[in-house]
T-cell receptor, first 111, second 111 residues
Framework: GQQLNQSPQSMFIQEGEDVSMNCTSS?????WLWYKQDPGEGPVLLIA?????ELTSNGRLTAQFGITRKDSFLNISASIPSDVGIYFC???????????FGPGTSLSVIP | DGGITQSPKYLFRKEGQNVTLSCEQN?????MYWYRQDPGQGLRLIYY???????QKGDIAEGYSVSREKKESFPLTVTSAQKNPTAFYLC??????????FGSGTRLTVV
């Protein structure tokens, strides 16, 4: 079946540092999504990408839809303690397909 | 405000008992999903429903059952046949363009 790989699996960074994480797939996706899950809560959608090469920002977050349509990247600038959580990438081929989730990147921010 | 509500937040079950987790959405979404999350793990799909009165098994359906009698509601029953039910359960619904909207989860513990 389709699988997504996320790297790194976990990150420990100093407050104020920039963060980069990525997601790769063996299949082409037409939609890429990035979610954040706070401890004990459900994931919340951060950014949705619908076009190859698309670069979208949401505050300090920037995500890109890879040109091959098999990958996506999420960057967080100037990290703060509330950025702590698990970041999931997700992809789907069409708006009617089930979304496939990656295994997540766990981010810890050291004040 | 539209959203998706899961209840209860915490649930304790004795071994051999069935329990039902509630999920209600007022987003007018056709599709609804149940995921299981174990500590430090990603999301695993239990069941999903794309339309009222219809649902399909996900990757780990054994020991679980669902119903979809109303568009707004998609309850999950964890049966006694599920041998390791202690986990965090997430319900989600989806419209067409913006990925999945998740509830805040139910933490089930077997005592």
């Amino acid at each position: 079946g389709q699988q997504l790989n996320q790297s790194p699996q976990s990150m420990f960074i100093q407050e104020g540092e920039d963060v980069s994480m990525n997601c790769t797939s063996s299949s082409i996706f037409n939609t890429w999504l990035w979610y954040k899950q706070d401890p004990g809560e459900g994931p919340v959608l951060l950014i949705a990408l619908y076009k190859a090469g698309e670069l979208t920002s949401n505050g300090r977050l920037t995500a890109q839809f890879g040109i091959t349509r098999k990958d996506s990247f999420l960057n967080i600038s100037a990290s703060i303690p509330s950025d702590v959580g698990i970041y999931f990438c997700a992809g789907s081929k069409t708006s009617y397909d089930k979304v496939i989730f990656g295994p997540g990147t766990s981010l810890s921010v050291i004040p | 405000d539209g959203g998706i509500t899961q209840s209860p937040k915490y649930l304790f079950r004795k071994e051999g008992q069935n329990v039902t987790l509630s999920c209600e959405q007022n987003l007018n979404h056709d599709a609804m999903y149940w995921y299981r999350q174990d500590p430090g793990q990603g999301l695993r799909l239990i069941y999903y429903s794309q339309i009222v009165n219809d649902f399909q098994k996900g990757d780990i359906a054994e020991g679980y059952s669902v119903s979809r009698e109303k568009k707004e509601s998609f309850p999950l029953t964890v049966t006694s046949a599920q041998k390791n039910p202690t986990a965090f359960y997430l319900c989600a619904s989806s419209g067409q363009l913006y990925g999945y909207t998740f509830g805040s989860g139910t933490r089930l513990t077997v005592v």
